[in-house]
């Protein structure tokens, strides 16, 4: 397949996922914001919204005040974060469009009409500067839609072959990055020495967490406990059954990559790294990973998840 | 042009309808209005989902803007077909057989049936071409003939299209959302297919591989990228051919051979259907500045390593100027009399016919001899004064440049509009195919339809619609 189309698909993948990843963020941190202040510690729930989606920098440079109005804008229509939903989604749909012959006519379909429905809501009162609540939560549950709707076209329609794989890299990357950065924003809320009863100050920080990633309902399936931050990594981390964990995202980038490699005469630069980094995750346990300490182990994951993404693009993409 | 003063397809001046029309005819009648005007909007949103947009340059709120589409079918008896297929076979034979000769020997030249200069100086016109041999003599793969009607039998040649013609795609969807649309009325018709246009332009691609090419040629459309007006129709079309979608920067050439950029490395490239005027080809052997292009491809090119389709050069045979003589260039290599004729033209480098269509430009239609998409000409009847005396200087200033032809009363067909149904002026462009073993015609084309009241005007570009053009057998009566 073309270069440059496979270039393409990968960043379609990857700005679909990440307007979902951005949605939720925003739709957990309402939440957080809006409980009485005595069950919020310090106030500081839009900032670490910014941190977790990278967005943090871009907004202290527009001088806008830190607060909920301000940060939601620029994580939804600002034009000027590309990361913005809003951006993601043109991206998104500009990608497609430069590689439709590569898209079933329902992904072109889904993301096109993501798209148009995009535009009405440009028309509206989040677009225009004036904060509704009500618009925003049929914004965000639209755009958790559309990535559905991405997603499931991809999955039922498309060939099982370099065009599928090179999307599937792209969203898995993307969703890889995305759970370490949330990871990453709260870990101090995690570390073991904040235990305590659920009802805890941290408890709703917890259940934020599990709620940016949509997990909320199967942490209880899967460890039928109260929420114990130490098992909130051990699931984000390390449960393959979790479809947004670190494994689970490696397992199908190790797997997608050996696809790809079919055929050649030995493994490529980026095939081997993404099992290195799959057979770390595999032998790690959480008890090791808390001991050498949560912060610097999601760091260097961060790293090697951004160096492999690079690796892609040079190997395959760039040609 | 005002209706009624023009052949209209389906209703006689006494206002009944041709038997062709029936079926159609009494469904319009039956239809309640807000039918007729769901159908519309439904048809809309179908084009709009599937993206089917063209973008038109110099209007920046249009970027992608949705061609008008017009529900009522255009009926086309399989009589009146037969006898416009072959008319289009023989003009597009005549065609190839002509580049073939001034890219050669130029007989035809020599022979005095068509003056040296209009050829030979025409911007249009490749000298690198000269002598260059194309497979199976093919240059012009893909040919889109604008046909128009004046009356129950009169047909004329009003255009001929054989650089990089456009509007298939709009053949293909609109017969799709057709038949979604309204299933009864279509399946009534017994419509001749559409749908195989892909499989024969796939057949006729593959058989001009140059010999080096293996058993299966490696095929690939160039288009000028997402920002191109017709870029819909580009990706379109590569899906479904089943081929790669390249602009100039996935090709490199090297040794003389082209290659795409893959995620396997390099692989060559035999066919290129491509989309993108012969100027933008290659900056090393035409505009330097073409970002577009590809560097060496005409090299790959000339040492007949990669097929283009439609060949370089070809343009010099849907200028204008050239247009007038095609019933002698019919004669000239066919030995037949053209079947299809052409608008009687005059040729304003000629000086008695520089003197009549100055006299009567308010009549005339004055077109550039290069010009395409209706763009820089004159429709005489519908233009004010000041601009008719403004083209009058650029006329005398470079006759050469021009040629006239009468204001055809255009048939007109019915359309949907709020207000109701009205006739409105259509032109048909069907799309013809040369391949190795022949020229082939898939039964229909793309009728275009001025939307504004009276207009003479079809081009997309200047706000024209489509309709759907349904070839169908005449029914006993």
Not at chain 1, 167 to 172: E, K, V
Not at chain 2, 160 to 165: F, K
Request: contains cysteine; aromatic residues 10%.
């Amino acid at each position: 397949m073309l270069s440059r189309t496979a270039d393409n698909l990968f960043w379609l993948a990857r700005y679909m996922e990440r307007a979902d990843f951005v949605a939720r963020i925003v739709e957990a941190t309402l939440r957080l914001s809006a409980l009485p202040n005595s069950y919020s510690d310090t106030g500081t729930e839009w900032e670490s919204a910014l941190e977790a989606t990278g967005a943090a920098e871009g907004f202290r440079d527009t001088k806008a005040a830190m607060e909920e109005a301000s940060v939601v804008e620029y994580l939804t229509f600002a034009a000027d974060n590309p990361s913005s939903i809003c951006n993601c989604i043109e991206w998104a749909r500009a990608n497609a469009r430069a590689v439709r012959t590569a898209l079933t006519v329902e992904v072109w379909e889904s993301i096109n009409v993501a798209w148009i429905e995009l535009k009405r809501f440009e028309q509206g009162n989040l677009a225009s500067g004036r904060y509704d609540r009500e618009d925003l939560s049929r914004f965000l549950e639209f755009v958790k839609r559309i990535s559905l709707d991405y997603d499931g076209a991809a999955h039922r329609t498309m060939l099982r072959n370099e065009a599928y794989w090179f999307s599937r890299l792209g969203l898995y990357i993307e969703r890889a990055d995305n759970t370490a950065r949330i990871l990453d924003v709260k870990y101090h809320v995690l570390l073991p020495q904040t235990e305590a009863v659920g009802g805890s100050l941290d408890y709703f920080q917890w259940t934020a967490i599990l709620r940016a990633v949509s997990a909320l309902t199967a942490y209880h399936w899967i460890y039928r406990e109260g929420i114990k931050p130490w098992l909130i990594a051990d699931l984000l981390i390390l449960r393959m059954e979790m479809p947004r964990s670190l494994i689970a995202c490696y397992d199908n980038i190790a797997r997608f990559l050996d696809e790809i490699g079919k055929g050649e005469k030995e493994p490529g630069k980026a095939q081997q790294f993404a099992h290195q980094i799959m057979s770390r995750l595999e032998q790690a346990t959480i008890k090791d990973i808390f001991k050498i300490g949560l912060h610097e182990f999601i760091t260097a994951f961060v790293e090697d998840n951004s160096l492999l993404g690079q690796t892609i693009s040079e190997q395959y993409l760039l040609n | 042009m005002k209706p009624g003063s023009c052949f209209d397809e389906m209703t006689f001046p006494d206002g009944a309808s041709r038997l062709l029309y029936q079926k159609i005819a009494r469904w319009l009648a039956e239809a309640p209005p807000d039918l007729l005007e769901s159908r519309r909007s439904h048809a809309e949103l179908m084009f709009r989902r599937i993206g089917i947009t063209f973008a038109v340059y110099g209007d920046k709120d249009a970027a992608e803007r949705l061609i008008p589409f017009d529900i009522i079918p255009r009926l086309i008896s399989r009589r009146e077909w037969n006898r416009l297929e072959a008319g289009l076979v023989q003009r597009v034979k005549a065609i190839n057989l002509f580049l073939a000769d001034i890219y050669g020997p130029r007989e035809i030249l020599k022979s005095g049936k068509v003056p040296a200069d209009i050829i030979l100086s025409n911007p249009h016109f490749r000298p690198e071409m000269a002598g260059a041999r194309v497979p199976h003599g093919v240059f012009v793969h893909i040919a889109g003939i604008d046909l128009v009607r004046t009356g129950e039998n009169e047909f004329y040649v009003l255009e001929d299209n054989v650089r990089t013609p456009s509007g298939v795609s709009y053949m293909l969807e609109n017969r799709e959302v057709m038949m979604r649309l309204i299933p009864n009325l279509f399946a009534e018709h017994q419509v001749a297919p559409v749908e195989n246009y892909p499989d024969v332009l796939l057949a006729s691609l593959r058989s001009v591989a140059p010999p080096g090419a293996g058993r299966e040629p490696v095929i690939a459309l160039m288009t000028p990228g997402q920002y191109n007006s017709a870029y819909y129709e580009h990706s379109f079309l590569a899906d479904k051919l089943g081929i790669e979608l390249v602009e100039g920067r996935d090709l490199l050439v090297q040794d003389d051979i082209v290659y795409m950029r893959t995620t396997r490395g390099p692989r060559r490239v035999d066919v290129i259907y491509r989309r993108i005027d012969d100027d933008f080809l290659d900056p090393e052997a035409f505009r330097p500045d073409s970002a577009l292009g590809v560097s060496g491809l005409m090299r790959a090119y000339l040492a007949g390593n990669v097929t283009l389709a439609n060949a370089v050069g070809t343009g010099v045979a849907d200028d204008k100027a050239v247009y007038t003589y095609m019933p002698e260039i019919i004669a000239f290599y066919l030995g037949e009399k053209a079947l299809l004729d052409n608008v009687p033209t005059w040729r304003c480098r000629e000086a008695d016919a520089l003197g009549y269509v100055i006299e009567h430009l308010p009549e005339l239609v004055v077109k550039e001899v290069n010009g395409s998409g209706g763009y820089g000409m004159l429709v005489g009847p519908h233009a004010a004064k000041a601009q008719i005396e403004e083209f009058a200087l650029k006329l005398r200033a470079n006759p050469e440049n021009f040629i006239a032809q009468p204001t055809l009363a255009l048939s007109t067909c019915p359309a949907v509009f709020e207000s109701g149904i009205a006739p409105r002026h259509v032109d048909l462009r069907p799309f013809v195919l040369s391949g190795s073993d022949g020229i082939r015609v898939v039964p229909g084309g793309l009728t275009r339809v001025a939307m504004q009241e009276g207009s003479l005007v079809v081009n997309s570009s200047q706000g024209g619609g489509t309709k759907d053009t349904w070839i169908v057998e005449e029914p006993a009566g």
